[in-house]
């Protein structure tokens, strides 16, 4: 069985930085921002659970293999605002996402629907599957006269 992974360095204390998370974070401190990541076909997908943040306060960057997704949830603007109940997180969200190099950074695409960050990567050429034609020694033995 052939096992592909497009995500790197994995980390031995990120078990421990989820359970902290749950037993640590508050409304007014965020926890980390969820995510799932699958490959489907050519493609590798990682999607943010961002639900009533706004596309605007959603920055996305990748530099040198590493993808970064920040999210900011901001207090109501209106002054005479009064909170009956404020159970949503607020202020600013981070995740990054160390990627291989077998991904093609350069093409990523992200688009933002339903409180669902997706992100697209395509797998790069070199690093697709690729058929090898296996010859005879007799027809390695012709090409070589």
Do not use: C
């Amino acid at each position: 069985m052939l096992v592909r992974t497009e995500l790197v360095r994995t980390d031995p204390f990120r078990e421990l930085d989820r359970l902290a998370e749950w037993v640590f974070s508050t409304p007014t401190r965020p926890a980390a921002l969820r995510m799932d990541a699958y490959r489907k076909d050519d493609w590798f997908y990682v999607d943010f659970d961002i639900p009533g943040i706004a596309p605007e306060d959603i920055d996305v960057t990748v530099e040198r293999n590493v993808l970064t997704v920040r999210a900011e949830r901001r207090d109501p603007d209106d002054q005479g605002v009064q909170v009956i109940a404020s159970e949503r997180p607020r202020g600013t969200f981070t995740r990054q996402v160390f990627l291989s190099d077998t991904l093609d950074t350069d093409k990523l695409e992200a688009d933002y629907e339903n409180g669902v960050l997706r992100v697209r990567i395509p797998v790069r050429e070199a690093a697709k599957p690729r058929r090898i034609s296996i010859g005879t020694r007799n027809e390695r033995h012709e090409l070589t006269r």
